[in-house]
């Protein structure tokens, strides 16, 4: 009998958990402005759109008013280099697969371009090689550049040489 009681218990608990996990995303403000975790989707060149409508795929994104915090630019791919897709694109939301994994776009004399890295929808990094193969942005989505808000950025010339290390400017009404 007590057992059942703390296994019923226990049910409860973690079904309220999941509940009270599930409220925290997709929320707006008291201006109907998206705040906090959202599900962001995005086409076949990883561009981010603003519906499910033509979505290939999503992420997780964080939202302070119109501003989404998790960028790599205008989409990862295009026709002229096309998202190579990661065998770990597997895991779902609904019907669209999460980010998971590396996304890989390379030039046509097969150098890497571009290096997406997301865990679970969520981005990790993003890095972008100039066509000699160094390095050109690196972005870095971490707590200790400031996740969910801000994330660190490092700049290379075509020589390798740093030309900027700091942080994405968040304008302060977003912060």
Not at 35 to 55: H, Q
Not at 137 to 161: A, T, W
């Amino acid at each position: 009998m007590t057992k059942n009681i703390i296994l019923s218990l226990f049910v409860a608990f973690i079904s309220f958990g999941s509940h009270g996990q599930s409220d925290t995303l997709n929320q707006v403000d008291s201006d109907g402005n998206k705040t906090g975790w959202w599900i962001t989707y995005l086409d076949e060149n990883l561009e981010i759109l603003k519906d499910s409508v033509g979505a290939t795929h999503c992420m997780y994104n964080y939202y302070t008013g119109k501003f989404y915090h998790f960028l790599f630019g205008k989409g990862l791919g295009s026709k002229k280099y096309p998202v190579q897709f990661p065998d770990s694109d597997t895991l779902k939301i609904g019907n669209y697969p999460l980010l998971h994994g590396k996304y890989i776009t390379k030039y046509k004399d097969g150098t890497v371009r571009s290096i997406l890295t997301a865990s679970n929808g969520i981005l990790i990094e993003c890095k972008m090689f100039w066509p000699n193969g160094q390095l050109d942005d690196h972005l870095i989505y971490s707590v200790e550049c400031g996740y969910p808000i801000r994330f660190c950025i490092k700049e290379y010339d075509k020589n390798g040489e740093m030309e900027y290390d700091g942080y994405q400017q968040v304008p302060k009404e977003h912060r």
